[in-house]
């Protein structure tokens, strides 16, 4: 089981919890970003920068995946993806992405891309907060415990 993140969005207290935690279980984790990303020196640790453009990373994500990898993601439509080829997802708020509840998401993703084309302010997402990035590290934790 390898570990994938959609690293162009991950926030940085994600993206130290699974530094943590990969040192920690002896996980390889792999980045993806379309821009140098700094990490530590690690031999659980890579980085693969893909070229700047729409879901170029995402696409690198796909082709590398394998059934029961773990994809970081904050991005639906890659999450259904992974799902549909076997793997898990987890978003940074710590909200685990699953066949039961994947395609509501999209749904509700398509639906708010609806309203914000058509001129209505949906606003956004809440700033990432401490207890969001708790509940991330709980899931992760929990995710790995079963591994």
Known sequence: MQIWVDADACPKPIKDILFRAAE???????????????????????????????????????????????VI??????????????GNAINPRGECYTKDNIKERLNMRDFMDSL??????????AALGSRDIQAFANQLDKFLAQQ
Not at 46 to 56: C, E, L, P, T
Not at 73 to 86: F, K, M, N, R, S
């Open 116 to 125: 914000r084309s058509s001129g209505v302010d949906t606003g956004g997402p």
């Open 73 to 86: 993601t904050g991005d639906i439509p890659l999450a259904a993806e992974v799902i549909a080829q076997g």
């Open 24 to 70: 920690r279980t002896a996980t390889l984790t792999t980045l993806v970003a379309n821009h140098y990303l700094q990490h530590p020196p690690s031999r659980y640790i890579q980085f693969i920068q893909v070229n700047s453009g729409y879901d170029v990373a995402d696409t690198e994500i796909v082709k590398r995946l394998s059934v029961g990898d773990l």
